[in-house]
C-alpha cells in the first residue's frame, strides 16, 4: 500500500467534501488523517490516504480532473515519514488582542527547547464588549523528556508578557 498527502484549496461551497472524498473511495483510497477548513471562504482540505500501489496514478490522475472540474487547485504526493519526536504531550493556549507575530516569537521559544508542534490552530474573533480583534490560539505540542518544563514555561511566559498575552501550557 502507498501513503499519498493529498492537499487541495479552492472556494468554499457546499459538496466539496463529499465531491472529493467519493472521488477518494471510488478510486480505493482510505482516509487515514485529515483536517478541512474554512478560511473566511476559501476552503483548505490536507488528507492522509493509503491507496494499493496499482491504483495510485488512475487515483492521482481522477483526483487531479475531479478538483480542476470544481475550481479546486489539488496536489498528490507520496508520504516522507519523517522521524517521530518522543516525549511527553501537551497543550498550549493562548488569548490576546490580535497582533502581528504571536505564532512566530511563541514558535521560536518552542524551536529553542526542541519542542514539536504537532497541530496548530489559530483564529481571529472579536471581543465580546467592545468588538476589538482578539486572537485566540492553540498548538498540541511534543516536548522531549530531557527539557525542564519550569525554563519552558518561564520562557513562553515571557513572550506572552512582552505580547500582553494570556498563556496556558498543560499536559494533553
Do not use: W
Not at 493509503?50 to 475550481?71: F, H, N, Y
Not at 486572537?135 to 513572550?159: C, I, Y
Request: hydrophobic share 40%.
Amino acid at each position: 500500500m502507498s501513503r499519498l498527502i493529498i492537499t487541495a484549496t479552492g472556494p468554499d461551497r457546499p459538496g466539496i467534501v463529499g465531491e472529493l472524498t467519493d472521488q477518494l473511495h471510488a478510486g480505493g483510497a482510505n482516509i487515514l488523517d485529515t483536517r478541512m477548513v474554512n478560511l473566511r471562504g476559501e476552503f483548505a482540505m490536507l488528507i492522509l490516504i493509503e491507496v494499493a500501489e496499482p491504483d495510485v496514478q488512475r487515483l492521482c490522475q481522477s483526483m487531479t480532473d475531479q478538483a480542476a472540474k470544481i475550481g479546486m487547485r489539488l496536489t498528490a504526493s507520496a508520504l516522507q515519514a519523517g522521524a517521530r519526536v518522543s516525549g511527553l504531550p501537551f497543550r498550549l493556549k493562548t488569548y490576546s488582542l490580535d497582533q502581528p507575530g504571536i505564532v512566530a516569537r511563541l514558535s521560536q521559544v518552542l524551536r529553542q527547547f526542541g519542542v514539536n508542534i504537532e497541530e496548530l490552530s489559530g483564529r481571529q474573533e472579536s471581543a465580546p464588549f467592545d468588538g476589538s480583534p482578539l486572537f485566540l490560539n492553540e498548538m498540541r505540542l511534543t516536548v522531549p523528556p530531557n527539557v525542564s518544563l519550569g525554563q519552558l514555561r518561564g520562557e513562553l511566559e515571557a513572550v506572552a508578557e512582552s505580547l500582553n498575552c494570556d498563556i496556558d501550557l498543560d499536559p494533553a
